[in-house]
């Protein structure tokens, strides 16, 4: 059984995600999970904050309600990217983890 549950998600302007799926995680990590806080190799969490920061191009900062800025190209090069990723956190983490994807990049 899985210890940890964890979402899979961005949130534009937080640098964040993944967050806290059931109790066990919020009360070690809090809801929003700083990716440097879990058991994953520095390159791993770090390439969590390259994804949060590419997320955020997406956003028309002046009026975020806009359509995303991105062409479908950039969209399906992010999407890929995500998915990628969430593979290898997967692998890093282990069975003591389950990571809901609803990062609507699939």
Do not use: K
């Not at 190799?41 to 900062?61: F, G, K, P």
């Amino acid at each position: 059984m899985h210890l940890y549950s964890l979402r899979f998600f961005f949130s534009p302007g937080s640098n964040i995600c993944l967050w806290s799926g059931n109790d066990a995680a919020q009360q070690r990590w809090d809801y929003p999970v700083e990716s440097c806080a879990l058991p994953l190799a520095e390159n791993t969490w770090r390439y969590a904050l390259y994804l949060c920061a590419w997320y955020d191009t997406s956003i028309d900062w002046s009026y975020p309600p806009n359509p995303s800025l991105w062409d479908s190209s950039e969209r399906a090069r992010f999407n890929l990217a995500s998915q990628q990723f969430l593979v290898q956190l997967r692998r890093e983490l282990g069975p003591d983890f389950v990571i809901t994807d609803e990062s609507e990049t699939a």
